[in-house]
């Protein structure tokens, strides 16, 4: 009877293994990356408001910048649908490879977009004779898609504004190795993503005739 209940004493519990082994993760990071994101999503915020109130002389032509724009957003578009179809094929190497490119180009896009709108006036949909300044004849003249194009770019801004810190916070869950909540934020964050990343071209779209 002894011996017996020495056996049970001795064995100890198996180690817990981890989810995803092949994913280096960083938990002991998990508080400065935390830091890190609201840090950077403040800046981007306090740029976005102050890039509509002041316009920086500079010598070279961005004009170039929306195309460049709408092609960072599309990319980023492939790149999540490339992350969807990885996780669910449970290839989570690839799939954070995918995550990852999207992350970078979303960057990259922000740095234009700034870079863009700090040193040129806002374009406005309809504003046929590029002036700044839509006339009445104007007004009338996309009097019906107007609207539609409206709610597609508030709907675009908006969500890019506030998505930023969740879309980094859902990395920092990752880098942390916090799949359950890392998952539980993805499934609405990424679609949402993705709803950005598609109306930025279309938008694009729709303006490029009024571009200078």
């Known amino acids: 009877m002894a011996k017996s209940s020495s056996v049970i004493l001795d064995k100890k519990p198996a180690p817990k293994r981890r989810a995803h082994p092949q994913l280096p993760i960083y938990p002991e990071k998990e508080r400065l990356l935390r830091t890190a994101t609201y840090v950077f999503s403040a800046v981007v915020l306090i740029l976005v408001f102050v890039m509509r109130e002041v316009t920086l002389d500079v010598d070279w032509n961005v004009n170039y910048l929306p195309a460049v724009n709408a092609t960072l957003n599309g990319l980023t578009a492939v790149a999540l649908l490339f992350s969807l179809y990885f996780v669910k094929q449970g290839q989570y190497v690839n799939h954070r490879n995918a995550n990852a490119t999207a992350l970078g180009l979303s960057v990259l896009f922000l740095l234009c977009y700034v870079a863009y709108h700090f040193t040129t006036p806002e374009v406005l949909y309809g504003d046929a004779d590029q002036n700044g300044v839509l006339s009445e004849a104007e007004r009338l003249a ?18 890019a504004g506030i998505l930023l810190p969740f879309i980094l ?7 942390a190795g916090k799949w359950t909540l890392h998952r539980k934020m993805a499934r609405w964050v990424w679609p949402l993503w993705l709803y950005v990343a598609i109306t930025g071209p279309v938008v694009y779209l729709m303006l490029r005739s009024y571009y200078p």
């Open 142 to 159: 996309v009097s019906g898609s107007r609207p539609w194009y409206l709610v597609i770019l508030i709907s675009h801004i908006t969500l």
């Open 169 to 175: 916070l859902t990395t920092v869950r990752a880098l």
